[in-house]
Structure formats: C-alpha cells, structure tokens
C-alpha cells in the first residue's frame, strides 16, 4: 500500500492571481468570506492585486494558508487522504489544519498574529546561498555570533539569518556558487525574533490543540507526533528555530513514504526534496485542476 504525504509550502510560494480558479467552487468562496470576516480584508482582491500585495509578509502567510487548506479540504472530498503531514515555515499551520489540531479559524487567527509580528520585525536579515560547502558554512556560523542557518532545506541550499553584520560576514567567507540577500522585514527563524515569539505565544497559548488525525513531522523536530501537547511546543519554538526540511525530507523515505504532494501553490517544496530524495513520486496540487476528479 502506497503511503502519502502531503507537504505545505510557505513564504516564497505565492504568486499574484493564485486561488483565483477557487471561486468557482461555492465551499472555496465560503471559506475566502468566513477569512474576510477574520482578517477585515479580502484575500481574493490581495492576491489579485498588481501592485504584488500578496508578496508583503502581512499579507502572504494568511493568503498562503487560507488556499492551502481550501485546496487541502477539496482533495479529501474527492477521498484523497495523507499519512503524514508536514509544511514548511508558515506551511507547518495548514499541516496542523489539516492533521485536525485545530480548526481553520483558530488557524486563521494565529496565522494573522504570526504576520503582523513579522511584518513588524525590522532588524536583521536573511540570505540563501546555493552550491556550498556545508563543513564550511557550519563552522563559520559556529565562529559567528549573531548569524544562524535559519532554514536547511537540502545539501545544497540553505538560507541564514541574523544581524546584517553577521550575516554579511558569513557570506563573505563562504564560498558558494550563489549567495542572495532575500527581500524580507527581518532576521525570520533565528534569535531576533524572540520578542515577536514571546508575543506570539500569548495568542498561541489561549489555542486548544488536539491529537493529529496523522503524524506530523514539525520544523524544528522532524520526528512524527500526533500528540497535541508536543505539537504545540514545537510551534511556539519555530519563529526562533531552524526549518529543518533537508531531516524531513529525509525522514520520509524512513517513514516508508513513496509518494509527497506538495498543496499549495508553485513546485518549490517539490524540487527541493526531488534533490534530497529522488526516488519519492513527487506530485502537486496548486490549482482547482490538479485536483484528482
């Protein structure tokens, strides 16, 4: 028996226009109003905004999310279930949604708390560098103060982040074929965001969580949980801690999984385990029409 996981992707996934085909399908159009009433702004008019609204923080996780789940929602009704669960950054909250630890609007709030946090986060930065050696890059993060590996997604690309100081200095002292500085508001999944994070768990604590339906393999521990206890512990650590997704990745074929559907939109989870695991069946599903009939 072939064994699925369904894997969610985060910032960077988005794209103007996405989730317009969703209107069609009058429970989508219902969930995009119930998120209205949550946000007081409408999801659909931001993701077709040309001014590319959809790409500010404040806007991006909860579009992101609010499509995920939608999409996520539509393959079970065609009888469609996963495994194992996992998302990567914001994507780890449309696999809880998923996994049934909480419902969409609880989700929803979090998610909308989480954005405004890192919107506001000004200090520090982020930069990925592709093609790297990775004894190299560990020790000198390790001889770095201020700089951390933010997200490992596999062995050749990762993403780092603290105080632009650090960060700079990192990037000049490693060699590698590519070294990008990203366009976000803050040093995301690293130390500076401990205040954001200290603020979040307010929110996130007044939250009941329950058991996961399916294993959840969570950002900063790749080890499959359903206990809802562990699973919020693991959240409320995950704005300072690493994206460990090149472990995830790898704990799939572990896990005896063959096949990984990536829900959302774009191929970006996809093409980063296509080079951590090549032998996994990697599909997606980032429209109405890659939905099985």
């Known amino acids: ?128 560098l592709l093609g790297f050696d990775r004894d190299q890059l560990e020790s000198v993060l390790a001889q770095t103060p201020g700089a951390v590996l933010a997200n490992d997604n596999n062995a050749g690309q990762v993403v780092i982040s603290g105080t632009p100081e650090a960060v700079e200095s990192v990037m000049s002292q490693v060699k590698s074929k590519r070294a990008v500085k990203l366009n976000v508001s803050g040093a995301f999944h690293s130390p500076l965001m401990a205040d954001a994070a200290s603020q979040f768990q307010t929110v996130l604590d007044a939250v009941q969580f329950k058991a996961a339906d399916v294993p959840v393999l969570s950002n900063v521990d790749p080890i499959p949980s359903r206990n809802a206890g562990e699973l919020k512990n693991r959240l409320s650590r995950q704005m300072t801690g690493s994206v460990r997704w090149r472990e995830i990745s790898l704990k799939f074929p572990e896990e005896s999984i063959d096949r990984v559907i990536e829900v959302g939109p774009g191929k970006v989870l996809t093409g980063i385990i296509k080079r951590t695991c090549p032998d996994l069946v990697l599909e997606n599903v980032s429209s109405v029409a890659d939905i099985p009939t």
């Not at 119930?34 to 077709?48: K, R, T, Y």
């Not at 991006?60 to 279930?81: M, N, S």
Request: hydrophobic share 40%; net charge negative; with cysteine.
């Open 1 to 128: 028996m072939v064994k699925t996981a369904w894997v969610f992707p985060g910032q960077g996934s988005q794209a103007i226009g996405m989730g317009s085909d969703l209107l069609e399908i009058p429970a989508a159009k219902t969930r995009f109003d119930q998120a209205e009433q949550i946000l007081g702004w409408s999801v659909v008019e931001i993701c077709q905004n040309p001014d590319d609204k959809v790409s500010q923080t404040l806007y991006t996780q909860p579009c992101l999310y609010v499509i995920e789940t939608i999409l996520a929602d539509l393959l079970k009704e065609k009888g469609q279930h996963p495994d194992y669960v996992a998302g990567h950054s914001l994507g780890e909250y449309s696999a809880l949604y998923t996994a049934g630890v909480f419902d969409f609007e609880s989700g929803l709030r979090l998610m909308q708390k989480r954005a405004q946090l890192m919107d506001g986060a000004s200090d520090g930065m982020m930069a990925a």
